[in-house]
């Protein structure tokens, strides 16, 4: 691996799909090994594949994949591949989208609304050490919007661990005696590289639904179990332990959704609690902040690589919205006179209506609300 890494589990998950291709794929006529440099057929090549092998979110995703593999080309001093023969990458960039399968639109996880948080806070009881927990993680979860892999570890490799969130990573100001506010720092990260030194920070204040109020669980939690080691993994119990599994958390939090969804007066068909998991208070929080930010800081707070991404997953618009800009846009004909507008249109209606009972006769009256 050019000395970059001394063994394929600790390359990040991106680059480690390009190894299991570039190992399946090889062959006399278009070879792949050695890995770099980097040819443009294997690029192509190797992005066609992915749709086959796990990526299954249509063109924007395989652009990720492509991109991990030429910015790690050009780390061992390699050419980007893809400026060898621009016009060939950049064709087969505007006409691969319309033959890729079909994204699984199915597998993706719906959003913890402010509703299901507030069921699941009312039947909590933060005395109890796994309820604390459980609502300490969820409400980090949603209000900081990171990723679960910065709290809860898919396993127990290096590679999994190496972007949780300690003690050290987190800080109560003014005091922590007093705290309004709680920053955290977080190493690494899906669009960071860690060994850059380049982590994200983010923070949580105050806010006045104590039951479900960021700064007041983590005081809570930190009281419970610091052991004043402040390498001690921010939901580990003791210091050298490890925080529970990603699978444990998502089933403790199915098992919390099974009675939200009655609470909230769904049926067990209409609430299948295996739509959920730990992108769902991501999902969640950033839909939740959406209509009160610009993108720019939406994507910011997201630590999206790009506001390009933001936009296409949290900024769609709803059929409420459209129908709002009708409002917006006349306006324009009544420039300064907004309110007259609207008094005007009311009583052209009111004139409708009247006419209408008038002239209709009996088919109007048979429509009418009763």
């Not at 009312?122 to 109890?128: G, I, M, P, Q, R």
């Not at 060994?195 to 105050?206: C, E, L, Q, S």
């Not at 999902?283 to 991404?309: M, N, R, Y």
């Not at 609207?342 to 209408?356: C, L, R, Y």
Request: hydrophobic residues 40%.
């Amino acid at each position: 691996m050019n000395g970059l890494a001394p063994t394929y589990a600790d390359l990040p998950f991106n680059r480690r799909k390009f190894v299991q291709f570039c190992l399946v794929a090889d062959c006399v006529e278009l070879p792949t090994w050695p890995m770099f440099p980097v040819r443009l057929s294997t690029l192509i090549r190797y992005a066609w594949w992915l749709q086959f092998h796990g990526v299954k979110g249509g063109m924007h995703s395989i652009r990720n994949y492509v991109s991990a593999v030429t910015e790690w080309a050009q780390a061992c001093g390699h050419p980007d591949p893809r400026l060898s023969e621009p016009w060939v990458y950049r064709r087969f960039r505007l006409e691969a989208p319309k033959h890729l399968q079909v994204v699984e639109g199915s597998r993706a996880k719906f959003a913890i609304k402010a509703p299901h948080l507030k069921v699941m806070a009312e039947h909590a009881v933060v005395s109890d050490l796994e309820d604390l927990e459980d609502l300490t993680a969820y409400s980090l979860a949603f209000f900081t919007t990171a990723r679960i892999g910065h709290f809860y570890q898919q396993s127990g490799q290096r590679n999994h661990t190496k972007h949780l969130a300690r003690f050290e990573d987190i800080k109560f100001e003014p005091s922590f005696e007093e705290p309004e506010r709680v920053v955290l720092l977080m190493p690494g990260g899906k669009t960071r590289c860690l060994a850059k030194k380049d982590p994200w920070w983010t923070a949580v204040g105050r806010c006045s639904y104590a039951k479900l109020c960021p700064v007041r669980l983590l005081k809570l939690w930190y009281l419970r179990v610091f052991s004043g080691d402040s390498k001690q993994y921010l939901f580990a119990r003791a210091a050298g332990a490890l925080p529970r599994m990603r699978q444990s958390f998502t089933r403790r939090l199915r098992g919390r959704m099974a009675y939200v969804g009655p609470a909230l007066g769904y049926s067990g068909d209409e609430f299948d609690v295996t739509k959920w998991s730990g992108i769902s208070f991501r999902k969640g929080g950033l839909s939740a902040l959406a209509p009160f930010v610009q993108p720019h800081e939406l994507a910011q707070h997201a630590d999206h690589a790009s506001v390009e991404t933001t936009r296409k997953y949290y900024l769609s618009q709803t059929i409420e919205n459209r129908a709002a800009n009708t409002a917006l846009m006349t306006r324009t004909m009544f420039p300064g006179e907004s309110w007259a507008a609207g008094v005007q249109t009311e009583s052209v209606w009111a004139a409708d209506i009247v006419d209408g009972e008038a002239n209709a006769g009996p088919v109007w009256q048979r429509f009418r609300a009763p």
